[in-house]
């Protein structure tokens, strides 16, 4: 006879492997468009850090202690949306028990950082440490896995930057070149 796993361990298990895998995740807070950030999954919430003037803004999403937020988690593989769950947020104090475990975790994935030797110290200076945990509802946590017209897609935010302008007058040439070579 097989036992069936509840749906409750099966909504946590998934919002953890897929948030551990992705690289990044989007977050939308209580203000402001959502906006991919990066992080680390530790003990049970997906950690952050922002705010400093070498780091994420985080600011404008309007992630505050005791706030909730939506994070959207999107495929490795296909880079498509797996799953939207609800995440209570917490900011841990400086040096606190809770943020020296998300920068001990956060400062191994941060990449090209200027200062790698003093960055937990800039971190407790200038930045916050936040802590997105999966918010639960009777012993349940708030997942989405289905997403239709409503998912959520939005035109890109007006940018100076593009991704592609003309071809530079040689390029045909050069391409000619490299098919009789």
Known sequence: MTETVPQPL???ALIEEATKKSGLIWVQGT????RALWHVWHDGAACLVGDG??????????????????????SKDKGGRLVAWTAR????APHSEPWE????????????APDADTMPERWARECRVLRLTPHTEAGA???????????????????????????PAAL???LR?????
């Open 10 to 12: 099966l909504d946590q």
């Open 31 to 34: 203000e402001g468009p959502s």
């Open 53 to 74: 003037p070498l780091e994420q803004p985080l600011a404008d999403l309007g992630l505050a202690d005791g706030a909730t937020a939506t994070v959207t988690v999107r």
């Open 89 to 92: 947020v917490a900011e841990a």
């Open 101 to 112: 475990a998300a920068v001990g975790e956060l400062k191994g994935k941060r990449l090209n």
């Open 141 to 167: 946590p708030d997942v989405r896995t289905e997403f239709g017209e409503d998912a959520g897609a939005a035109r890109p935010l007006p940018s100076a930057a593009t991704t592609r302008g003309p071809l």
């Open 172 to 174: 045909p040439k050069l």
């Open 177 to 181: 070149r490299r098919r009789r070579g």
